[in-house]
């Protein structure tokens, strides 16, 4: 597996990651434990170096799996892992849902280190921007935290321009975590030129369109309970019909290259920039396999240009998020 360095951060990891989010949560009934801790092991020994988790993914069952998983593997791997959200619903953050408070960052970090069976946290993003807490004392609680070897290096997920650079401005920032994908080129707009200006590195979540992308969904798609699909606008029947046309390009450029839809669509990522890594999710060793084929393929410039612009011609059809959810990206 070829590697990449995030920025100039210095944390070094695989060209592809693997999003575990889906392991047990958020995308229908959970598979087998121990089926997901093989599949996990798996990707390792395939030479998968970096692993994305959360503390709300289950609640917390999510950052325990992970962590069994990884600790035969814990010197070979990076290990990232995000705070935020106010997982008690009788918090003191409201109905929101987030709470970055610095005492609640702070204990989140040590309940993820033993959930992880880890002595630091390789990567620590806020998961979300809580607007009720200054970034700056975002940035100063971890900043102390790796002052103190707890965690390692500081990441944000889908925060805006403003905010990274003010975080920054406080501690240095290895990594942003956002959506982007062919169907999803928001942050080309601001954020991945600040990292670039920054040396920040970025990492793709849902990099394959949660799933669309790879042209196994259609409008017949039925999703399963707890997958959280079937309540995003986007994957609303109607759009998902109107939207196969993505889809069907990304398919009939791999048919040309030897190559799957997905392959496609993560080395179009990594033709980008080369501090890009995606973290595609899956709990199917095929597909693990297949992800990890796409750091070997080398789009080039005229590929690139004819993705491009074929995909602009496609008008993508739903919102990513219900209004509500969307409020709070990119702030």
């Not at 949560?25 to 121990?34: T, V």
């Not at 702070?106 to 959930?115: F, G, I, P, Q, T």
């Not at 190559?259 to 597909?287: C, E, F, H, N, S």
């Not at 393929?297 to 990513?320: C, F, M, P, Y």
């Amino acid at each position: 597996m070829q590697t990449r360095t995030l920025g100039r951060s210095g944390l070094t990891v695989s060209a592809i990651g693997l999003g575990c989010m889906g392991l047990n949560y958020h995308r229908g009934p959970a598979p087998d434990r121990n089926e997901m801790i093989a599949l996990v092991r798996k990707a390792a020994e395939r030479g998968i170096t970096f692993f994305d988790t959360a503390e709300v993914y289950g609640p917390l069952t999510n950052e325990e799996l992970v962590g069994e998983a990884l600790e035969p593997f814990r010197k070979e791997v990076v290990i990232a892992t995000k705070f935020g959200h106010d997982i008690d619903p009788a918090g003191p953050q409201g109905s929101d849902g987030l709470d970055s408070r610095p005492e609640r960052i702070r204990a989140v970090a040590e309940a993820s280190l033993k959930r992880l069976r880890i002595e630091a946290i390789d990567l620590f993003y806020q998961h979300r921007v809580d607007p009720k807490i200054p970034i700056e004392d975002v940035a100063g609680a971890v900043r102390d935290l790796i002052g103190q070897g707890k965690v390692k290096h500081f990441g944000l997920s889908e925060a805006g321009a403003s905010t990274i650079r003010r975080a920054h401005a406080v501690q240095p920032i290895a990594a942003i975590q956002s959506e982007y994908s062919l169907w999803w080129r928001e942050p080309e707009a601001e954020v991945l030129p600040l990292c670039e200006e920054l040396g920040i590195g970025f990492v793709p979540f849902s990099p394959l369109g949660r799933g669309f992308l790879t042209g196994k969904i259609d409008e017949t798609t039925v999703f399963g309970d707890n997958d959280n699909r079937s309540s995003l606008p986007r994957f609303a029947p109607e759009a998902r019909r109107a939207n196969r046309p993505v889809a069907d390009l990304l398919k009939q450029i791999g048919a040309r290259m030897q190559a799957t839809p997905a392959q496609i669509a993560l080395a179009w990522l990594l033709a980008k920039k080369p501090w890009i890594v995606p973290i595609p999710g899956t709990t199917k060793l095929d597909r693990l396999n297949e992800n990890i084929g796409a750091a070997v393929i080398e789009l080039s410039t005229d590929n690139i240009k004819h993705i491009e612009s074929a995909a602009a011609r496609i008008a993508v059809t739903g919102d990513r998020y219900p209004k509500a959810e969307a409020e709070r990206t990119q702030r």
